[in-house]
């Protein structure tokens, strides 16, 4: 017998995601039912447990995981409208050959479904609509007590930020051992390294992570959850259990989770400190996760020191940690041309104040890396660590003065004419981005000039040709129409620009931080490609 | 029966390179038989020829070529020595069971042996010599007449470089049809496209090229050959000629200059503008050259917009085109960490006047760029287009001014005292290469500082160590010893940082493309690593 399920919660509410019965689901929302099965013994390494899902001839097959006391779980996530038919299938007869039948109805306004590639190097929701992240860095909020998690939830409400980044296991830290913030629960059963059964998980500590996923997918945010993490410091011994502990727990998180319309699997942070597993270790895990999730959510990891081998078919887009990358535009612009895929800039140093210098940039610059990065055909993730404040570690409250710069420079990107911005003329070129012809933003990062010569590469453009120009001051978030509309030419006895055909400049406040944005009001006449070999 | 060969040469002699008589040969010298065998049919398809020789256990397996006129040819290049056996496999009789036997005597002392990667990173010699590559670009000089080739080895006599990139194979140009430049020999047999034999080569086309090599190998200049070239501009037909015409060429060169010691084997100059190659036939020419080639010589290809995979095992170092990676030295340190091989920065524009922009730097923006491919740990090529003396295409005579800045570079990195310079704590730096706490070389490019505080990194650093400085002007060419001895003390309040206990500077003259040279002269305390991830 197959009964719906509500599901208990420590502090969030599923219902918001079950606004309609669950005969009735909306695409891209989760499908969920759970049965009464064997308990004795392991469950997690005796029983399996899937369900087939057909609707038409669209078959998916999703892995249920076992929820404690005899229950087990089946979510799933329909991504085609119409009827669908379930099937279970395993090893045990209470779970098998159970059916079952719900209904997939139109998607929400506000629902676009899973972020995907799109264009090579940026993102679109499967329903087309375009995502450009703007993501953030939260590490351990899901383990903190519930006042600091609402308040996480609270500041992102409000923040410019659409993906964070945490961790499915704590690090070890002194908090978690003694205090307000000692854990109770962990991922495995057990209270310590010397009682951890690493074959048997805790869902007590995974309805959690439930709920801290499905707040952030109620905001529109995508959880970008880091499945291992070095920081054990030997106590704990999560990143020492074994390749073969790691696939279960892998494979655990994607029967749990993969129904969540806003996951993004990150294989792991800094994978290169955690010193016992190597490269193969992390692509027999990519390929585990590629397999077992019937939804193909983005995936990634996140280097350290050594830099995996990004290019390798199962890996979706880059995460990169790499400092020097976001200290200009070039280094996003190479990135692209290496990996031929996204490039998600995702640690680039954090705005604050603490004694590590990782986490000591000015709001100044934590702006300007991400300006550099979106120049650069690229993203960057924001990361906040005052001492007053440690967002990137337990949330909270945002204190700097970047995500409302940044909040600034996404509202310049989506409300761009052109879409994807991609670096324009860049192996000559290097602070400008957008689409020959029609669009150009350009970055001045801490130059400080008084004027900028309308001179632009001549691909795309033709002329004749009009444009105008908005002055943006990134830091104090002013754009400043440009009165003068350019007409541009061929600059003489150059074959590579067009200037504006008055020679005009535009003047500027010798201040760092201005960029401008360029486009076209009128077309020139029709432009020839020679088909030159730039790089001869 | 087999005669020891002098080989007809067109303009340079082979002599220097068989100072010994036959029966003894110089360790990494050539020795070379010819076999008289069947003229008629296609010698070059329907005979297999071969050489095994044997000096004690060590067997190496050479492909023989044919010359010509019933010449069959084995070259090899002893790399052990003592005495060798050899001898001829064929499916032909008279070229198949011939033996013989030679001495390999010890190198000459200016004979290192064949380029070898070595430190991940860098390069050696064989016999353990350093080598650091400051290579130039001379494309087209094999095919000029003699004059000329004899004009250009002059020039590399007096010249800085050690290394030069040059086509196997001629681009088309009008100067190659009519006029004193007509070329009247092709690689294969025939005239022009329309009776062409792919299955048949010209030798004496092929001798040209001997001697050209040959002439290198006397100079000690490394000879960077380019086996396949895009720009054919439809004419010739010789990037069309298809992937099997390509093996059995490759396999020619292979077997006809692997004996040489100073040959590296590019694959291709911007292969990506070949449309009709595949990245997988580009693989297929690596691994058959790695495979014929008895002696493993080094293996690149050059990119142009679509950049190859470098991290392919096959790919012993990183032969770029990506001009904004030198316009600072974070690019050629970013590389490093990607590919884990050496980086050598093949193409950065050119200094010149031409009318294309990618020949119009000045010397001094050559110079720079080479610096700051040293300075990020790496290595990049010369070249020079201008007007009046274009030799990037044609050799012949250097009238640039960045030739002799890049010699002085060259001196001071040979002359350093701690052998390769690897970029210094370069996920937060990018001025500085060397080894830490023994010897910085620091670059400020662009920057015209009046000063520089005496602040290093920690790492590698102790109290009271001593340290001395030079200013050096790398445009002037001058090294200003610094009266003042520094004693290092870490930086108060600053965990990352270690500055003279005095707190001085270094009074720079406010002018670009300065840089300082600062050597330990005394130890201090202990050092300790506090082993923290700086990346965290």
Request: net charge neutral; glycine share 8%.
């Amino acid at each position: 017998m197959i009964k719906i399920r509500v599901q208990l919660l420590l502090f969030f509410s599923f219902v918001s995601s079950f606004a309609f019965a669950q005969n009735k689901v909306q695409k891209w929302e989760i499908f969920e039912f759970a049965l009464q099965g064997p308990s004795e013994g392991n469950p997690y390494v005796g029983t399996t447990f899937s369900a087939r899902f057909t609707n038409g001839d669209h078959v998916l097959d999703q892995e249920g995981f076992y929820d404690g006391n005899g229950t087990y779980i089946v979510r799933f996530m329909p991504d085609k409208e119409g009827a669908w038919n379930y099937v279970t299938s395993s090893n045990k007869s209470q779970l098998n050959g159970k059916k079952g039948t719900f209904e997939c109805i139109k998607a929400a306004p506000t629902n676009h479904g899973p972020v995907r590639v799109s264009d090579k190097f940026h993102f679109k929701y499967e329903d087309g609509t375009a995502y450009y992240p703007f993501g953030t860095t939260i590490y351990e909020w899901p383990f903190q007590e519930e006042s600091k998690k609402k308040q996480t939830i609270e500041t992102l409400k409000s923040s410019p930020f659409n993906k964070a980044r945490f961790l499915a296991v704590p690090p070890y830290k002194d908090r978690y051992i003694d205090g307000p913030n000692k854990l109770t629960i962990f991922p495995f059963e057990g209270t310590n390294k010397d009682n951890w059964d690493f074959s048997k998980f805790n869902p007590v500590y995974f309805k959690n992570l439930d709920s801290c996923v499905m707040e952030l997918k109620k905001l529109g945010i995508e959880a970008d959850i880091i499945l291992f993490r070095p920081y054990d410091k030997g106590k704990w011994g999560f990143d020492t259990a074994g390749q073969e502990v790691n696939r279960s727990f892998a494979r655990y998180m994607v029967a749990r989770y993969a129904a969540f319309s806003n996951i993004w699997w990150s294989l792991a942070n800094e994978n290169s400190f955690i010193k016992n597993m190597s490269d193969e270790d992390w692509d027999d895990l990519f390929k585990l996760v590629q397999q077992k999730d019937p939804y193909h959510h983005l995936r990634s990891i996140h280097n350290a020191d050594k830099i995996y081998d990004y290019t390798k078919p199962w890996v979706t887009h880059v995460s990169y940690q790499y400092y020097n990358v976001v200290k200009s535009p070039i280094g996003t612009a190479i990135l692209r041309d290496i990996y031929g895929k996204p490039i998600v800039n995702d640690e680039n140093n954090y705005e604050g104040d603490i004694d590590s210098r990782w986490g000591q940039l000015t709001g100044e610059e934590m702006t300007f890396r991400t300006w550099n990065a979106v120049i650069g055909g690229g993203y960057a993730t924001h990361g906040e660590s005052y001492k007053a404040s440690p967002w990137i570690s337990y949330g909270g409250t945002l204190i700097g003065t970047s995500p409302a710069r940044i909040g600034f420079l996404r509202k310049i990107v989506e409300s761009n004419p052109v879409g994807n911005l991609e670096p324009i003329d860049h192996f000559f070129e290097n602070n400008m981005a957008g689409k020959e012809g029609e669009f150009y933003l350009i970055y001045f990062g801490k130059e400080n000039l008084n004027k900028w010569d309308f001179v632009l590469p001549k691909k795309g453009l033709a002329k004749g040709a009009k444009y105008k120009a908005d002055i943006i001051d990134t830091w104090n978030m002013t754009i400043t129409p440009v009165a003068k509309t350019f007409e541009i030419i061929q600059m003489p006895g150059n074959n590579y620009k067009f200037i504006d055909k008055d020679n005009s400049s535009i003047k500027l406040p010798a201040k760092p931080y201005m960029a401008l944005r360029i486009y076209k009001v009128a077309d020139g006449e029709k432009v020839l490609n020679d088909g030159r070999h730039e790089l001869e």
